[in-house]
């Protein structure tokens, strides 16, 4: 289980850089409340954004976005709409994306490949 948290660890820390790199600002990071967590959640501009982060070690389970369900997608959802309730004052407009990582760390330490797909849910 350690090691598939710090693949976690390792994989929203990417995704942060990598959204900070692309001018988003960070306003938190595993937040959780009843309905679920949201991985980061960042401003894109004027838009409020929740960012599922999956990470995986080669594809022997598929490519990491796979795992963003019909079902972890609502929940994301009433995640995000909690956290404004509780945290933004107005009505900003929302967004949810995905960040996959793939990362094959014993084929020669490879480089990790991210795939942003926004609106997933």
């Given at each position: 289980?350690?090691?598939?948290?710090?693949?976690?660890?390792?994989?929203?820390?990417?995704?942060?850089?990598?959204?900070?790199?692309?001018g988003?600002v960070?306003?938190?990071?595993?937040?959780?409340?009843?309905?679920?967590?949201?991985?980061?959640?960042?401003?894109?501009?004027?838009?409020?954004?929740?960012?599922?982060?999956?990470?995986?070690?080669?594809?022997?389970?598929?490519?990491?976005?796979?795992?963003?369900?019909?079902?972890?997608?609502?929940?994301?959802?009433?995640?995000?709409?909690?956290?404004?309730d509780?945290?933004?004052v107005g009505?900003?407009?929302?967004?949810?994306?995905?960040?996959g990582?793939?990362?094959?760390?014993?084929?020669g330490?490879?480089t990790?490949?991210?795939?942003?797909?926004?609106?997933?849910?």
């Amino acid at each position: 289980m350690a090691v598939r948290t710090a693949l976690g660890t390792f994989g929203e820390r990417l995704a942060e850089e990598y959204l900070v790199e692309r001018g988003a600002v960070v306003v938190a990071r595993q937040w959780r409340c009843r309905a679920g967590e949201l991985d980061l959640v960042v401003w894109d501009g004027p838009v409020l954004v929740a960012v599922e982060v999956k990470t995986r070690r080669g594809l022997g389970f598929g490519f990491p976005l796979e795992a963003v369900t019909a079902r972890k997608q609502v929940r994301l959802r009433r995640a995000l709409l909690t956290f404004v309730d509780r945290h933004v004052v107005g009505r900003p407009a929302l967004r949810i994306d995905g960040i996959g990582i793939s990362w094959s760390p014993g084929l020669g330490g490879s480089t990790p490949q991210v795939e942003h797909v926004r609106g997933v849910a």
